[in-house]
Every structure is written in structure tokens, then in C-alpha cells.
């Protein structure tokens, strides 16, 4: 089924969108920016037309007014400030909506923008009473410019519903413009698209008009094009300079004919005018040149993908992976040795396959750390403080569901940074800081996990507050001993907050238990570090994918489980000698106390344990801890399958997988069981 085109008009201007607040945001910082100025206006000038296209002609309207406003500045006749930034964003706010969800749109809202708008471009400011107006000067006659044009059209540019004669008339409409059509590119009549343009136009066009005029006429097709427009001084010149400069013919070409076809370099060392050695670096550049632009050629195109099809490509990659563990276990059990070299190859296939196709839903973590420009300076002008985000680390890759899934915790996460933690410019300087506090998010690969961390350089968390509190909403008891991990972990729990007052920010307690269960259920942990006055630092821990993932097979009495790979440490013989039954033990691993938990009893499992059993120490954040199970069954390429609504609240399991054999293993959630180990000991210490 193809896809609606208005879909694919929508998903096409939400990438404007963005590009339009980025530049939106880097004009604050440099407003005299040409290119940032001139990429609003495209933007702005490509959702209009392409919505009017499809019939947006709300969101077109109002557009067209915004577009006026850029162009103005394009001129000159108008300059950056923070009001018209600050409007000019809020209007994209409103263009998002009367495309996304026209129906919800407030039209009395659009209207106040655009009356906010007109204030800012035509207004000005009042002149003090008194005061004498300065001379207006005599208006200048506009100056007329000269451009060589070059003009190739793409192959396709009539099925896409354009008409070539139209875009000329265009520019004949902006001045004297002599063209000249190239009809070299066009085939024979047995070989000839009856639908291609393979005519290019070559001439002058002078205008009053500035370049990026004549680009416009041509913004739908600029991607796609060979546009070449280069300024040139009116003057007569000789045929052979025309020729030259156009590019049509080489100038050593013409010197050979006229001076008896001597290359000119030679004639230049003969005349000494220059040295053998600048010739020579003269020919090498020209060489570097020419290389460069035939790899420039060939750079790697890309190609969009909807993301349906990538969730069912990744699907088919699931059950061929559940296929061929089935297809490696009849080999194991067979003699065959054709049998067996083929499943190799299959299973090598396979493996590159999955990886393969885990890379294709890779995207790079910078698209979602640049959306949290706009919640920054929009809070910090809410809450009257200066703060600046930075970001490193955003070529890191991430599976594009967990990044899609990142949005709103992140997002709970900086706005509780800018909240609780920046100080506000007076109180920064009264402890020697600079006034303006920085949000900083990095991430960084570590194994087959991303860590992703929220810094600020703010005042840090107060213990003593958040101890407090957690004795008030009756989290912990007065006398209750806690590291600072544990007490950090009481402002994930619901209703907690240490806000004085209640704020449009935060102060209601609602936000941070929605991070830990969003993070959760990523199957990712939250690490928090503060210190008093440097500020606090949370730390995501999360997996690259959420599809396929390599996994420890283990047995515990009749059942196997899924242990994921990227937390186990390391597999060792339990020491009986060292434990005194019951649930939770302690191992001296290298003079190491590593607590461990016998599966066998925490699952409730019938039968005698194995006579040798083994311990998967297994780590969740800075914690270590052991599993203790029967038997250890090796690797597996983990499916990860949703558990049923009936098991989605079983604490200790993320997910299921299917084995070779058709039965279900399931995948344990290693840190819920290391939260249920803390759990239990809390109980215990409580007795």
C-alpha cells in the first residue's frame, strides 16, 4: 500500500520545523548570520508552498505572513532581536498545529501572533517628547546586478508536476534576461523519456533583484539541480574570454590557437614571468582539485524508510533467528557433517543479517538532544535564570525506538535540573559562580550499553531535605542508616518532592516515579552522583537495542531463564562452604563481599539443587551481586517477546524468548531482582 501524501508531506515539514527552530535559536547568538537568516526563510518559504500544495491554506496564509517578516531581514530592512525571535518561534508553534491537527488550531491565538508580528516589523519604538526626528534620507535607486546563469533541471522535474517554461518565465519576469537552451543531452528518438527534460539553459540575466532571488524561483528543485550563478562586471569583452569564462572552452585552448599552440605555462617559465617550481605546484593543485571534485561525485546517497518497515524487518529477523536456533539443535543432534556445515553458514548469515539490521534502526542521539534547546531557554526566561545546554557525545547511536522513548525522561530530567538545581544569577555570584549555569548531556557507548548522563553545575541535592522528606511521606524511619545511593533513589518514588512551593515546573511530585518506570521499562537503570555546591549528575544506563539481544541460557531445576549478557561479569562454582542456606548469602570473590541469591528459592522451584552449582555474578549500576543456578547452558540470540498483560506485572522477569525447541525461556529483569534482594534485606533488618 503506498504511503498518503500528506503523510509524507507532514513528516517532510516536521524536519523543517526543526531546522527552523535551530536556526531560530543560533540567530539569538549570532543574529547577523546570512546563512542562518537565509535558512529560516527557505524553511519557512517550503512549508508554505508545499502546504498550499496539499491543501493547507490556513497553515500557507499564515505563513506567508512570517515569510514576509525574514524576507524583510534577508534585505536588511529589518534586524534580529530577541522579541521578534521569541514571536518568530511561537509561530512555528502555531504552523505546527495547523498542519499536525488543524481541527485543535486557535485561530484567535494566530491572529495575536501575527498582531505581535506587524508591532515588530512595522512599529517602533516612541520618541521621547522634545526630541527632534532625524532627517530621513533620500531614497537610493536600487542597484542592478549582472549573473551568469547556468540552469539543469532534474531528469524528472516534469513528473513531479513542474513546468520548466513557467520557472524561465520567472526569471525573465525579474529583468533583460538572454538565455540560450542546450539540447546536447538530448537522445535519440529510440532511446528519448517523452517525460524527461535533457534541455539546460545558459545566458545573463540582469536584475535589481540580489542572488538568493533567483535561487528562490528555483527552491523546490535546488537538492536536485545544477544551478551556477556567478556575478559578472559589464563590460565588452573578446569572444575568447566569454568562452573562457563561461567554461565552455579551456584557456590553454585559446592560447594554443593564438600563439601558435604553446600551452601557457610553458610560455610563462619561457617568458620568466614564472618559475618552474610555481608551475609545477600550480599543476599539482590543479590535479587535487580535480580528484576532489569526481569524490565529491561519488559520495554515498541516502534514502528515507518508513519506520513500519523497519519494525517488521526486524520482526522477520526475530523469527529467522528463532529458526535457525532450532535448525543448530537438530544439527547437534544429527551426524551429518553437510548438515552441520551448512547450519554454520546459516547461522553466520544470520548473525550478520540481525546485526545488520540492528545498524539500520541505529540513529545518532544528537536529533534528540538538540530538541531540548528550546525547553531550556523557555525555562529559564520562565523561572528568571540564565542557563545554557551543551551536549558531547552525539554521533553516539541508539536504537531509534529507545530514542523515540527517551523524549519524555529526559525531559522530566533537565527541567528538574534547571528547577531544583541551577541557582539563580544573584545566588551563583554570592558563592563565586559565573551567573549563567549549564545543563550538560553527554553519551557515551559502554559495552553493548549506552550511557546517557543529565549534569548540571547547580547547588547539588540536599540530603538532609530529601531525608526529611522521606521521613515525613513515611519512606524511611528516623533511625534508618542509607548510603547516599539509597537515599538519592527516595526521589523516584511517587508523590516525593522537596519543592518549597508548587510551581509550573514541578513541585507536585508526579515526575520522577514516571522517569524510573519509563527507564524500566526500557530495561535501563538510573545511577544518581551529587556533590554539595558542583551540582548532580544522573546517569542512564540503557541497552542499544530493545529487539534482539545475546543472552546467558541457564537451568534452575526444570526451567531455563535468560540471563542478558551485557550485565553478567563473570560465572564461578558455588562454594558451599561460604553459605548458610536461605536466600541471600554473601561470596568472597578476590576479597571482594558479593551477595548472591539463590534463584531456586527465590522462584519457588520444586526438586533437589545440582550437587556443583553455579554462581552468575551479574552487575546492575555500581552494584554487584550473584544468581546461583543449576546449570549453565551457554549463549543465545535472544528475541525479546512481550509478556502477556497478565505477567506485564511480574517484577522479576523483562520479557520471554522462544528456544529451538518451540519452549519459552524467560528473560530476567536483573535490576528489579537487585531492588527485590534490597528489598528483602530492608524486611529483614526490620525484624
Known amino acids: 500500500m503506498s504511503q498518503d501524501p500528506v503523510d509524507t508531506f507532514r513528516a517532510e515539514a516536521a524536519e523543517l520545523f526543526e531546522q527552523l527552530e535551530a536556526s531560530l535559536l543560533d540567530m539569538e547568538s549570532d543574529p547577523n548570520n546570512r546563512e542562518l537568516i537565509d535558512g529560516a526563510f527557505r524553511a519557512l518559504h517550503t512549508i508554505k508552498g508545499s502546504g498550499a500544495m496539499f491543501g493547507f491554506e490556513q497553515a500557507a496564509a499564515f505563513t506567508h505572513h512570517v515569510e514576509n517578516a525574514f524576507d524583510l531581514l534577508r534585505k536588511g530592512e529589518l534586524s534580529v532581536t530577541p522579541a521578534l525571535i521569541e514571536v518568530a518561534l511561537v509561530a512555528k508553534d502555531h504552523i505546527r498545529i495547523l498542519i499536525d491537527a488543524p481541527e485543535t488550531a486557535d485561530l484567535f ?4 501572533i501575527l498582531g505581535d508580528l506587524a508591532s515588530i516589523v512595522g512599529g517602533s519604538a516612541p520618541r521621547p517628547i522634545g526630541e527632534t526626528p532625524a532627517p530621513t534620507a533620500a531614497p537610493q535607486k ?149 580528484n576532489e571534485q569526481e569524490r ?48 554454520e553458514e546459516i547461522e553466520r548469515l544470520s548473525n550478520q543479517l540481525r546485526d545488520t539490521s540492528t545498524g ?25 535564570k540564565q542557563i545554557s545546554l551543551t551536549w558531547s557525545g552525539e554521533e553516539t547511536e541508539l536504537d531509534k525506538t529507545v530514542i523515540e522513548r527517551l523524549h519524555d525522561p529526559l525531559v522530566h530530567l533537565i527541567r528538574n535540573s534547571i528547577d531544583h538545581g541551577v541557582e539563580t544569577p544573584d545566588e551563583r555570584e554570592k558563592v563565586g559562580k559565573s551567573r549563567e549555569g549549564n545543563v550538560h548531556l553527554s553519551a557515551v557507548h559502554s559495552g553493548a550499553q549506552v550511557l ?7 547547588k547539588g541535592l540536599d540530603k538532609a531535605r530529601i531525608r526529611q522528606k522521606g521521613i515525613e511521606n513515611g519512606l524511611i524511619t528516623e533511625d534508618a542508616e542509607l548510603s547516599d545511593n539509597e537515599l538519592f533513589k527516595l526521589i523516584f518514588e511517587a508523590g516525593f518532592s522537596t519543592a518549597q512551593k508548587i510551581t509550573n515546573v514541578s513541585g507536585r511530585g508526579v515526575g520522577m516515579d514516571v522517569v524510573r518506570r519509563m527507564i524500566e521499562a526500557l530495561r535501563g537503570v538510573i545511577e544518581i552522583t551529587s556533590s554539595p555546591g ?90 554487584r551481586f550473584g544468581l ?25 522477569f523483562s520479557g520471554a524468548t522462544i528456544l529451538g525447541d518451540g519452549t519459552v525461556a524467560l528473560i530476567l529483569d536483573i535490576p528489579k531482582l537487585l531492588e527485590l534482594g534490597q528489598l528483602d534485606e530492608g524486611q529483614q533488618k526490620a525484624s
Open 360 to 384: 539500520i534502526r541505529m540513529v545518532p542521539i544528537g536529533s534528540l538532544f538538540s530538541r531540548f534547546r528550546r525547553l531550556v531557554r523557555d525555562l529559564s526566561n520562565e523561572l528568571g
Open 628 to 652: 546461583v543456578v543449576d546449570q549453565l547452558l551457554g549463549g543465545h540470540q535472544t528475541v525479546i517477546k512481550s509478556l502477556s498483560h497478565l505477567h506485564a506485572n511480574v517484577p522479576t
Open 534 to 623: 558542583e551540582g548532580a549528575t544522573f546517569t542512564l544506563r540503557l541497552p542499544l537495542t530493545l529487539a534482539i539481544i545475546d543472552g546467558l541460557l541457564v537451568r534452575v531445576a526444570g526451567e531455563k531463564y535468560v540471563i542478558p549478557l551485557s550485565a553478567v561479569e563473570e560465572c564461578i562454582e558455588l562454594d558451599e562452604a561460604n553459605s548458610q542456606g536461605g536466600k541471600r548469602d554473601f561470596l568472597n570473590i578476590r576479597g571482594d563481599l558479593v551477595p548472591f541469591v539463590r534463584l531456586r528459592t527465590l522462584f519457588k522451584l520444586q526438586g533437589p539443587a545440582e550437587l556443583y552449582q553455579k554462581v552468575v555474578v551479574v552487575s546492575a549500576g555500581q552494584f
Open 296 to 343: 565529491a561525485s561519488k559520495e554515498t546517497t541516502s534514502i528515507k524508510v518508513q519506520a513500519e518497515k523497519l519494525d517488521e524487518l526486524m520482526d522477520h529477523v526475530g523469527e529467522l533467528v528463532i529458526a535457525q536456533a532450532r535448525l543448530r539443535q537438530i544439527a547437534d543432534r544429527s551426524r551429518d557433517l553437510a548438515l552441520k556445515s551448512i547450519v
Open 109 to 112: 491565538k494566530g491572529d495575536m
Open 142 to 290: 536600487p542597484q542592478r546586478h549582472t549573473y551568469r546563469l547556468h540552469i539543469g533541471l532534474p531528469r524528472d522535474v516534469m513528473m513531479n508536476g513542474t513546468n520548466p517554461l513557467l520557472l524561465i518565465g520567472e526569471l525573465r519576469a525579474m529583468g533583460e534576461c538572454t538565455l540560450v537552451a542546450g539540447t546536447d543531452a538530448i537522445p535519440s528518438l529510440e532511446e528519448i523519456d517523452p517525460y524527461g527534460c535533457y534541455v539546460t539553459w545558459d545566458g545573463l540575466l540582469t536584475t535589481e533583484q540580489p542572488k538568493s532571488a533567483i535561487e528562490d524561483v528555483f527552491i523546490f528543485q535546488l537538492d536536485d539541480m545544477q544551478l551556477s550563478i556567478e556575478e559578472v562586471e559589464v563590460e565588452p569583452k573578446l569572444l575568447g574570454e566569454i568562452l573562457v569564462e563561461r567554461g565552455d572552452v579551456a584557456p590553454e585552448t585559446v592560447k594554443d590557437l593564438v600563439d601558435g599552440q604553446q600551452r601557457l605555462g610553458t610560455m610563462l617559465v619561457k617568458e620568466g614571468l614564472v618559475s618552474p617550481d610555481k608551475l609545477s605546484a600550480a599543476l599539482a593543485e590543479q590535479k587535487h582539485l580535480k
Open 452 to 458: 546517557i548522563s543529565i549534569k548540571d553545575d547547580g
